[in-house]
């Protein structure tokens, strides 16, 4: 145990270890299954060869913007007390690591498709194997990656500024280790952004090009390998649901760890591990989740073709959440003491327990309800077919109908969840929440990787006119894949908002102010402008992929007139055109709204202060959540009531089909709901984290010298404070003017 005691701090960079073995083993075998005849292979190859360019043009951009940011950072690092120059190194790993998280998935998807579409040749047990492991490298790869950059460098900044200073775990040290490490998770979510903005611009520029003019115009069908842009739309799949998903869901995991750890810090703890084990559970439980996610992979099998393909997915994730949540209870009752404040707070490591639990509650909730209003058979969906037989407005109606009632039970769930956890452990619960609800992160991504490389496994099927049995199987996948998608956005979104809040607490901490009073005009003005912020960030991003679809939809008309023999299947399209309309428009359009969330906390906070910045903040957050939701879930609903025509839908006793009127109608709504569920709803949870974040690391350059925080823990910071176990808790906390000491009974 005492090996246990001293080590724990090291052992936990071992687990992100252990997830990247796994990950690269699940990845050879992946690689090497059948992967099909020499079409399947050339069609698969255009695909991962334009997700390759995307990536390394889009990368080439945003080394520019990490140099210049790193430069930034290294000078203003030197300008307080309590940050190093030092932030600049954190903040360049943490961006080189969301880059490598987003490319390991979408290297691993762009060579599961096709062989997941080879598998489906043989049976629906084989192709759902092939396509789940496939999603389970990204999981794992971006867990194992997350657990290990912030286990390690945690590990080099505690030893460098507390340990080799001597300095007490719970003073400026500490704090300062914790801003320089915060650069990791800037870094990470800075990626994300432009990786979500940039590859939902991409997609959905070809997805709509390809629909507009290919199954509207032409007739033809959405994978025809007759239509110029299918190729661009399957290759946006991977750069947009696969590598931007990717980054998403890694800046989450470390922004969620990263904010519990500082609120952490103002816990003073009497513990086996030096005081600092409110600091390391956080990163402990990301670990034990990913071991336990690891463990669940091997629940999800499906053997006949009748089989549930979603209650496989089902069973790993509710395994990897009772799992997880078993080891929880165990590292909390064995790390922390039985009594703990924060801020004024009072609270047991049984509470801490609760929170964590209140958090897994609030995701799977979460996903559970975001399934209900976007699956295929469900009410939601079925308004929205049903407003269908009616033409293309009131599908539009129904949609916007169905986005905006499905804030409703999340927003109740969320507050609930908030409200829970801060009863049980305060402002260290909320955060905790959302450690324990991120915690399962690898399974999640596995799931939600899941879909994209079925979807793109029926585009090659499609494409290569293999037989209707195999293009079956591969839609029987998809069309589960589209509601994992769907949930796995939710549970972004949700963990999103209990970040935000957690970093929020923390920046107020550092800040040095004690609240945020709206009946101040300057702070109630910064209220609205946060508010408005998710608006203008979400109409740059619909106009972007507008824009380019325009384009997409201009070359595929062109190429359709001008290359004779397309429709023949006697020439091919020149497919390499589509993929460059849609690069370069990513690329272009991608800067302006990344800059709005990188920008705006800084000019608002030095030039009107830390408490306008809170009131920003307090907006951005608020009207952020709720625009993901309705944007997610409304793209979602729109989509699965398109696909309900290609099964058949019954509408007032009959039933109708693809090319009918009322699924014309429908490819209307999914067209507008395609930038609502893959550009900027999935986008509005790096926003509010992402400005989150770059409040926390200026804090220090900003916080008001004049305020000082009244909790008691911040009041002791730099103070030893000595707890002992008792029926009634009592503190002993030195005075910081007087030598005597004061003690205070609760």
Known sequence: MNFLYANLIYLIPLMGILGIIVMFSKSKWVISQDPGDAEMQ????????????????????????????????????????????????????????????????????????????????????????????????????????????????????????????????????????????????????????????????????????????????????????????????????????????????????????????????????????????????????????????????????????????????????????????????????????????????????????????????????????????????????????????????????????????????????????????YHFAGLYGVAIAAAGMMATTAMQLAIDAFGPIADNAGGIAEMSKLPAEVRERTDNLDAVGNTTAATGKGFAIASAALTSLALFAAFVGIAGIDSIDIYKADVLAGLFVGGMIPYIFSSLAIAAVGRAAMDMVQEVRRQFRDIPGIMEYEARPEYEKCIAISTKASLREMMLPGAIALVVPVLVGFTLGPEVLGGVLAGVTVSGVLMGMFQSNAGGAWDNAKKSFEKGALINDETFYKNSEPHKASITGDTVGDPFKDTSGPSMNILIKLMSIVSLIIAPHIADSQNTHTSRSRQVQDKKIHLRSATSPVYVIPDSEKSDLITIHL
């Open 42 to 421: 050339t069609l698969s190859g255009y695909i991962a060869a334009g997700a390759m360019a995307f990536l390394k043009a889009e990368w080439k951009v945003l080394s520019y913007f990490a140099l210049v940011t790193g430069a930034i950072l290294c000078w203003s690092g030197t300008l307080v007390e309590t940050s190093s120059w030092m932030i600049s190194v954190s903040f360049l790993i943490g961006a080189f690591t969301s880059a490598l998280a987003g490319y390991i998935g979408m290297n691993i998807a762009t060579k599961a498709n096709v062989r997941t579409a080879q598998a489906a040749k043989t049976s629906l047990s084989k192709a759902f194997r092939v396509a789940f492991n496939g999603g389970s490298v990204m999981g794992l790869g971006v867990a194992g990656l997350a657990v290990l950059g912030l286990g390690s460098l945690f590990i080099v900044f505690y030893q460098m500024y507390v340990v080799q200073t001597g300095a007490e775990v719970n003073g400026k040290s500490m704090e300062k280790a914790l801003e320089v490490l915060a650069g990791f998770s800037l870094g990470a979510e800075s990626i994300a952004l432009f990786a979500r903005v940039g590859g939902g611009i991409y997609t959905k520029a070809a997805d709509v090009g390809a629909d507009l003019v290919g199954k509207v115009e032409a007739g033809i069908p959405e994978d025809d390998v007759r239509n110029p842009a299918t190729i661009a739309d399957n290759v946006g799949d991977n750069v947009g649901d696969v590598a931007g998903m990717g980054a998403d869901l890694f800046g989450s995991y470390v922004a969620t760890i990263l904010a519990t750890m500082v609120l952490g810090r103002e816990i003073i703890s009497v513990d086996n591990f030096g005081g600092i084990a409110p600091i390391l559970l956080p990163m402990l439980i990301a670990g034990l989740g990913l071991i336990f996610s690891i463990v669940s992979t091997f629940f999800v099998r499906i053997k006949n073709e009748s089989d549930s393909v979603l209650a496989a997915l089902n069973l790993g994730n509710w395994s990897s959440i009772i799992l997880t949540a078993l080891a929880s209870y165990f590292a909390v009752i064995w790390m922390l003491p039985d009594t703990m404040l924060i801020r004024g707070f009072s609270f047991t490591k049984e509470d801490v327990f609760y929170s964590i639990l209140v958090g897994l509650l609030v995701g799977t909730l979460m996903s559970l309800i975001t399934e209900y209003y976007t699956a295929m058979g469900k009410r939601p969906v079925q308004s929205i077919v049903n407003q269908s037989s009616t033409g293309h407005a009131t599908n539009i109606i129904g949609g916007l109908s169905v986005g905006m009632e499905s804030t409703l039970l999340p927003i109740l769930v969320l507050a609930c969840g908030i409200y829970g956890s």
